[in-house]
């Protein structure tokens, strides 16, 4: 299967590539918007569109996005041109070209504050910060230009919740208490708001769905991935330090690491997109971390 991913050389995408070349199929790759000399600039649509005519894949995977609560805090307006904008162009670029399917990775994001319930797909969109909001407003419009156009490519949304894995970026909370673990020369660990409380999942249990949508030939609509077990950022680290036998550690809370109007629980109800496809997490949580940690030197 010819399949087109955008957001190539990211943490999700270099695992993903591996997975699916092992499986047979021929990837054409497209960068995510903050690599260096990345061949197809996705916020010009001509140069998307004559970009993809020449290959035109069975399936699109778009996984390319600007997707740091935090720097969309400080940047809504790239945010919004990379998440939006690039998306758009990307989805006007595949008008009346035979491809089959576009799936499209939004995120937990869109759902806000609910309290502690599991959020199911059912429950309205009400994001709490520029991100969110990005990915809501492309679950929309691909929505509705998909309805309107009677375009022929099926439509598949993923609202992924938080996922970490060897390769993940220090930007985010768990691979930065790991680097911060992992150096001797680091006696104090310096973190935000540990209250938050997220639901995780390992990286190569996300892959491994989106190549099993990425071969069915029937799915569409919107799926939840995620465990459907919620973690605080307290009791995640203190795993961690367990796992790495430091006893040399003191944990130092830094308010330029707490982010804007916080979302206090995000818990996800996995069971829509279970039932479809029989894709549960494999990875136990304790190896899921111990990797991560052996993978930071």
Same mark, same amino acid.
Request: proline share 8%; net charge neutral; aromatic share 8%.
């Given at each position: 299967?010819?399949?087109?991913?955008?957001?190539?050389?990211?943490?999700?995408?270099?695992?993903?590539?591996?997975?699916?070349?092992?499986?047979?199929?021929? +990837?054409?790759?497209?960068?995510?918007?903050?690599?260096?000399?990345?061949?197809?600039?996705?916020?010009? @649509? /001509?140069? #998307?569109? &004559?970009?993809?005519?020449?290959?035109?894949?069975?399936?699109?995977?778009?996984?390319?996005?600007?997707?740091?609560?935090?720097?969309?805090?400080?940047?809504?307006?790239?945010?919004?041109?990379?998440?939006?904008?690039?998306?758009?162009?990307?989805?006007?670029?595949?008008?009346?070209?035979?491809?089959?399917?576009?799936?499209?990775?939004?995120?937990?994001?869109?759902?806000?504050?609910?309290?502690?319930?599991?959020?199911?797909?059912?429950?309205?969109?009400?994001?709490?910060?520029?991100?969110?909001?990005?990915?809501?407003?492309?679950?929309?419009?691909?929505?509705?230009?998909?309805?309107?156009?009677?375009?022929?490519?099926?439509?598949? +949304?993923?609202?992924?919740?938080?996922?970490?894995?060897?390769?993940?970026?220090?930007?985010?909370?768990? @691979? /930065?208490? #790991?680097? &911060?673990?992992?150096?001797?020369?680091?006696?104090?660990?310096?973190?935000?708001?540990?209250?938050?409380?997220?639901?995780?999942?390992?990286?190569?249990?996300?892959?491994?769905?989106?190549?099993?949508?990425?071969?069915?030939?029937?799915?569409?609509?919107?799926?939840?991935?995620?465990?459907?077990?919620?973690?605080?950022?307290?009791?995640?680290?203190?795993?961690?330090?367990?796992?790495?036998?430091?006893?040399?550690?003191?944990?130092?809370?830094?308010?330029?690491?707490?982010?804007?109007?916080?979302?206090?629980?995000?818990?996800?109800?996995?069971?829509?997109?279970?039932?479809?496809?029989?894709?549960?997490?494999?990875?136990?949580?304790?190896?899921?971390?111990?990797?991560?940690?052996?993978?930071?030197?």
């Amino acid at each position: 299967m010819r399949i087109l991913m955008t957001g190539a050389d990211g943490f999700v995408g270099q695992h993903l590539k591996l997975v699916l070349r092992d499986r047979g199929h021929h +990837i054409i790759e497209w960068c995510g918007p903050a690599a260096a000399n990345c061949p197809v600039n996705l916020l010009n @649509p /001509s140069e #998307v569109a &004559q970009a993809l005519e020449p290959v035109i894949p069975e399936v699109i995977i778009h996984l390319a996005a600007q997707s740091s609560v935090k720097h969309s805090w400080t940047h809504p307006q790239s945010t919004f041109a990379v998440n939006v904008l690039g998306t758009l162009n990307l989805w006007e670029a595949i008008r009346g070209l035979p491809i089959q399917h576009f799936i499209y990775i939004s995120s937990s994001e869109v759902y806000g504050s609910y309290g502690s319930q599991p959020l199911s797909e059912e429950m309205p969109m009400r994001p709490k910060n520029p991100y969110g909001i990005s990915k809501a407003a492309v679950e929309q419009l691909l929505t509705q230009l998909q309805g309107a156009s009677g375009q022929s490519p099926r439509l598949t +949304i993923f609202r992924p919740f938080n996922h970490i894995g060897p390769g993940q970026s220090p930007a985010f909370a768990i @691979p /930065s208490f #790991v680097h &911060q673990i992992r150096n001797p020369a680091t006696k104090i660990i310096r973190v935000g708001d540990l209250s938050v409380i997220r639901d995780f999942l390992d990286v190569r249990d996300v892959v491994s769905a989106y190549s099993w949508a990425i071969e069915s030939p029937t799915i569409s609509g919107v799926y939840n991935l995620c465990s459907g077990v919620g973690r605080s950022l307290q009791e995640i680290l203190h795993d961690l330090v367990r796992l790495s036998n430091r006893r040399d550690l003191v944990v130092e809370q830094d308010v330029q690491r707490y982010r804007p109007q916080e979302v206090p629980v995000l818990i996800g109800d996995p069971r829509r997109f279970e039932r479809i496809s029989g894709w549960r997490p494999r990875i136990p949580w304790e190896k899921t971390l111990q990797d991560i940690l052996t993978s930071v030197n």
